[in-house]
């Protein structure tokens, strides 16, 4: 069986991960992607963090499954390859700064002009207009513009900390895939092709928004409680190693409170509203089961809290998620040989559709690798493909 968008093409001209990953995730689910790179290093992602042979394991989890096609776009040959792949395309990624796609000759109107009912997706950093406009972006700046790092403050020093991954980038990529396919369905539903742009700070700013921007949302709100509704999630320091509890229905507080020998009889901790109205009291009597729980190992503190039907999990490193039992349960990571990585794990598509299974493919394309195939496939023959080559247009 094919995936769910089988028969979707995208040219995809984005590079790093907002777009990459955003088309990525669509290839996994069967659209079919012609990777346009730059000659010389390609996607600049090729070579972030572990990296081996000109891919990196970012660049294979953003790309797999993409066919990899060099154009020196300052060419107006190389831009009339884009138009032929634009002719049979559905979608057109770029995250160029604003104007930068018009002035090379591929924005909007000129890709209407080869296919008129093209989905055209345009991503920036701060969007088309405004001060920050043409600033140059990546994850960390985005994350810092749109509050994503406040909410990350240690509550002790009240100063902004990182996610230390590429947060901006992954959710913006996110918002990117469902944005394609919402359009793909109002395109079947005969509504034509569009432009869609997406900005980074948009994305970033929405997501935090749903649950760390309570008084910013209520307006009229006088109730003095923070802004966000997980601002109190913390991680549990047991004898050896690190554990996470969610106290939040009566029965959960008083179960955690239960699980480590504290009494939690106190009247005014009796409900949730009680425990808003006095948080001094609940934090004075989360201190001490913060206290017990450090004198017990990871296995007794977990049995413990999940005997009293406490919501709780072990915080685990990231280099054990291969071994561990649900992780494993859920067959979620996958194993193969790549012809230049050698053997690879990786996620399979996480959404299992029961009709139209997404399928990931193993391989990130090296740079390049399929550009011939594909001039082939629009009708250039070999000599023509080897005077391009030769100026360099291909590679």
């Known amino acids: ?165 590429l947060a901006a980038d992954k959710i913006t990529s996110l918002t990117a895939a469902q944005a394609i396919s919402a359009a793909l369905f109002a395109r079947e539903r005969g509504r034509g092709g569009q432009l869609i742009r997406l900005a980074m700070l948009d994305a970033a700013i929405a997501f935090v928004w749903v649950d760390c921007a309570g008084n910013e949302t209520l307006l009229d709100n006088t109730s003095g409680r923070p802004s966000s509704a997980a601002g109190t999630m913390s991680l549990m320091r047991v004898a050896d190693g690190f554990a996470t509890a969610t106290p939040l229905a009566d029965s959960e507080f008083h179960g955690l409170c239960r699980s480590f020998g504290i009494d939690s009889g106190d009247p005014d901790l009796a409900t949730v509203g009680d425990r808003m109205r006095n948080p001094d009291k609940l934090r004075a009597t989360l201190r001490k089961v913060n206290a017990e729980a450090a004198n017990t190992p990871l296995a007794e503190a977990m049995a413990r809290m999940e005997a009293n039907d406490v919501p709780c999990g072990v915080a685990v490193p990231v280099h054990q998620l291969p071994h561990d039992p649900q992780v494993r349960a859920n067959a979620l990571l996958t194993e193969t040989t790549h012809p230049t990585l050698g053997r690879i794990q990786q996620p399979r598509p996480p959404a299992l559709f029961g009709r139209t299974p997404a399928q990931h493919q193993p391989h990130a394309p090296t740079l390049g690798q399929h550009t011939d195939e594909v001039l082939r496939e629009l009708g250039f023959d070999d000599d023509r493909i080897s005077a391009l080559r030769a100026d360099k247009v291909v590679a």
């Open 1 to 165: 069986m094919s995936g769910p968008l089988s028969g979707v093409k995208i040219v995809d001209l984005s590079v790093a991960i907002s777009g990459p990953l955003a088309v990525g995730i669509l290839a996994d689910q069967g659209a079919e992607v012609v990777k346009v790179e730059q000659p010389g290093i390609g996607d600049i992602a090729r070579f972030v963090g572990v990296a081996h042979g000109g891919i990196s394991a970012m660049f294979q989890i953003a790309n797999r499954g993409k066919r990899s096609v060099v154009l020196d776009l300052r060419d107006a040959r190389a831009i009339e390859v884009v138009y032929e792949l634009c002719r049979s395309a559905d979608v057109f990624v770029q995250n160029f700064r604003p104007g930068v796609a018009e002035r090379m000759g591929i924005g909007y109107e000129d890709l209407r002009a080869q296919r008129d009912d093209i989905i055209y997706v345009s991503i920036s950093g701060f969007g088309d207009t405004g001060p920050l406009a043409h600033k140059r972006v990546y994850d960390n700046v985005v994350q810092a513009q749109s509050g994503l790092t406040y909410t990350q403050a240690d509550p002790t020093i009240g100063e902004p900390q990182f996610l230390r991954q």
